[in-house]
Nanobody, 125 residues
């Protein structure tokens, strides 16, 4: 069983920055592909960013490319999402996800086995 706990959400003005963190349980975290997704009110969950277990493969949604950066620290069982130049349309609950049997899981939610409870990000205009 893998537990994921997100933190770092909050209220920020447009143009500001936030750094989300996801703490993962499990002794084999370094073999998990990880991803970030988000869900705004009334909308479906959408892909934000993904990273392979080695960090060698990374992908972003077009809407966040150039503004968000995903990274991981396998020694600390952590994955991060640095969000810069935030826009009101980035407002959503952000979820961390883990794929325990894949090198890289990408943008497909069904490839992920475990999900965190989410952290709210609100960007005011």
């Amino acid at each position: 069983q893998v537990q994921l706990v997100e933190s770092g959400g909050g209220l920020v003005q447009a143009g500001g920055s936030l750094r989300l963190s996801c703490a993962a349980s499990g002794r084999t975290f370094s073999s998990y592909a990880m991803g970030w997704f988000r869900q705004a009110p009334g909308k479906e969950r959408e892909f934000v960013a993904a990273i392979s277990w080695s960090g060698g493969s990374i992908g972003y949604a077009d809407s966040v490319k150039g503004r968000f950066t995903i990274s991981r620290d396998n020694a600390k069982n952590m994955v991060y999402l640095q969000m810069n130049s935030l826009k009101p349309e980035d407002t959503a609950v952000y979820y961390c996800a883990a794929a325990t049997s894949r090198y890289y899981a990408g943008e497909v939610p069904g490839r992920y086995d475990y999900w965190g409870q989410g952290t709210q990000v609100t960007v005011s205009s």
